[in-house]
């Protein structure tokens, strides 16, 4: 993804504020007055960080995913084989991320028009967990066909955390285990 620019106190209180708000309410239901005023900013403020709400969605995702990103990838350097597993883990070992509605990305998914910019960091974040769990699972098997499988039970998986059943995604972390094996 594209470096963005840094964000002065206002954008970055903005910024929180809409990724907690988005992911709890909805990005739909939340408009920039909600923001700007529980960000305690005037819209103006708002507008003159991101331009728009559409660039301020996008910039929500951007930050979710690369807060996601970095820890999937700090956890996967000492994690031991069979290492996909983190896939399943990074969902719920996070202090930081929300997880009771559900993927923040299915959830932008279904919820934007189908030319809204922010589905292009939707696209890019769920290609880089297939591309990154097929890699991990090719460390343990040469089954291109589990990679898929498991990255499927796993979409399925958090779509149900949206449903408040956290059990779904132990069990396609169970699935990985019953095709990779126990961690070492």
């Not at 408009?31 to 005037?42: F, I, L, Q, S």
């Not at 819209?43 to 003159?48: A, F, G, H, R, S």
């Not at 597993?85 to 719920?92: E, K």
């Not at 291109?144 to 956290?166: I, K, Y």
């Amino acid at each position: 993804m594209d470096e963005e620019q840094p964000l002065t106190p206002a954008g970055r209180r903005v910024l929180d504020v809409a990724a907690a708000l988005f992911y709890r309410d909805g990005i739909n239901t939340v408009g920039v007055a909600r923001v700007a005023e529980v960000a305690g900013v005037t819209k103006k403020t708002l507008y003159d960080c991101f331009g728009s709400k559409d660039a301020l969605v996008t910039r929500y995702l951007r930050q979710r995913h690369q807060r996601w990103w970095e820890h999937l990838e700090q956890r996967l350097e000492t994690a031991p084989a069979p290492r996909a597993l983190v896939v399943f883990d990074a969902y719920f070992d996070h202090p930081w991320l929300d997880t009771d509605r559900g993927c923040a990305f299915l959830n932008a998914a279904a919820e934007l028009a189908p030319d809204h910019p922010a589905l292009d960091v939707v696209r890019h974040h769920k290609g880089l967990v297939r591309r990154r769990l097929a890699e991990l699972v090719a460390e343990t098997t040469d089954d291109p066909s589990l990679a898929e499988t498991l990255f499927l039970a796993l979409e399925g998986a958090t779509a149900q955390l949206a449903l408040a059943d956290h059990g779904h995604v132990a069990a396609a972390r169970r699935l990985a285990v019953a095709h990779l094996g126990e961690p070492a």
